[in-house]
């Protein structure tokens, strides 16, 4: 492919972007000659200039610096510090222009960008304090211990579901998705088929309403996401536009793709609160909104983390690699969740106090989402 950008026409577009954002796949992208130091860093920062879709969105968040070109500006001047051009030697591994490199992707603070370096070199976003301290409000062992009857059932190593123990609340079903990856390993390829047993188990035993618990899940393939959420869709609805960037400017990008959740499978689609936390990302943030579509789902829990765009590989010019953000993703009605997450309707935090090892463990959240229930379905 020609140029800088990854795409030439819209037809390649399109196809790129339905390969990526259903399978859950990376594109790799043409390099470049190779080149010195320097100019390894303007190639990198000029890619996430002319490709990277939201980055005066993630720019404006950043406490430090006005703008891009001001990072750039900074970065260059470090590197400058550290391999001078007189001294080139100095530069023996390229552990200095890996870690401005590093140093200069992070600014963005975006999740879906990543560095990759030969000899086990790498980067990605660290999680943030915030998201440590809502992970620890979630604990898959204390939710079936201490709420499901019989510790629940496992099916697929991705979902966890049950009905809850307690007298008051053993008419309300609950289900864990750990994330939406498309597995490799054959014994679990086909994991997603199991969401039609379980839903048929919550047919079975006459559940009122399903607790659909996606704390902490990391995202995965959209496909898969979108599978699943048709099993709790009772109307079919659009749910999601993407762009693809296909030039240097900041809104230059393809015609729309729109995305929509349908009714499939075996179906439940009486009431169901959806428990969301910061930690819920990615493809987990498109079953968000596809499930958010239908009247009888309510999102309770904190806000999603923020991050849209599938991962677009591409090698650099001295043969290392990154991925980028590179679609741009809306609601239906173009509002942009990037950075900022999706907001629940009902917001229920977690207890933030340092455990007791005395106390048996609860889960705060859980236990709000569980009594708005009861006052939802009129208990």
């Known amino acids: 492919m020609k140029g800088s950008y990854f795409v030439g026409k819209t037809k390649a577009l399109c196809v790129t972007l339905a390969v990526v954002f259903m399978g859950g796949c990376n594109v790799f992208l043409g390099p470049e000659p190779a080149s010195d130091p320097q100019a390894v860093l303007k190639n990198l ?74 000899g086990g070199n790498y980067f990605w976003l660290k999680n943030d304090d915030i998201q440590k301290r809502e992970e620890k409000w979630f604990s898959l062992a204390v939710i079936k211990k201490n709420y499901l009857l019989d510790n629940g059932f496992d099916k697929g190593g991705f979902f966890t579901y049950g009905r809850f123990k307690s007298d008051l609340y053993n008419n309300i079903g609950y289900l864990y998705i750990a994330s939406f990856v498309d597995s490799e390993k054959l014994e679990q390829a086909d994991w997603p088929k199991e969401i039609d047993g379980i839903t048929a188990f919550f047919q079975d035993n006459d559940i009122d309403a399903v607790v659909i618990d996606i704390r902490n899940n990391s995202g995965g393939s959209g496909q898969i996401a979108e599978y699943i959420a048709g099993r709790f869709t009772s ?25 929509r959740v349908r009714p499939e499978g075996t179906r439940f689609t009486k ?67 990037e950075g900022k997450g999706i907001s629940p309707e009902y917001i229920f935090t977690g207890d933030s106090e340092e455990e007791d090892p005395t106390v048996e463990r609860q889960d705060t959240q859980l236990d709000n989402v569980l009594m708005e229930v009861r006052r939802w379905l009129n208990y």
């Open 271 to 337: 009431p169901i609160a959806l428990l969301t936390n910061v930690a819920t990302v990615s493809a987990a943030e498109w079953f968000t909104m596809a499930i958010k579509t239908q009247s009888h789902v309510r999102h309770m829990g904190t806000t999603t983390r923020g991050a849209f765009s599938p991962k677009t590989s591409r090698p650099m010019i001295n043969g290392w690699y990154y991925t980028i953000s590179a679609y741009r993703v809306t609601d239906m009605n173009g509002e942009c969740f």
């Open 45 to 118: 920062w000029t890619d996430f200039n002319e490709i990277h879709a939201y980055i005066d969105i993630r720019m404006s968040d950043n406490p430090e610096f006005e703008s891009w070109e001001d990072v750039y500006d900074n970065y260059h001047a470090l590197l400058m510090r550290r391999i001078p051009p007189d001294n080139p030697d100095n530069e023996r591994d390229g552990t200095y222009l890996f870690e401005t490199c590093k140093d200069m992707l992070s600014e963005l603070m975006d999740p879906h960008v990543s560095l990759f370096a030969p």
């Open 235 to 259: 109307a079919q609805k659009n749910y999601m536009k993407a762009r693809v960037k296909n030039g240097p400017g900041r809104n230059e990008f393809s015609e729309p793709m729109t995305f």
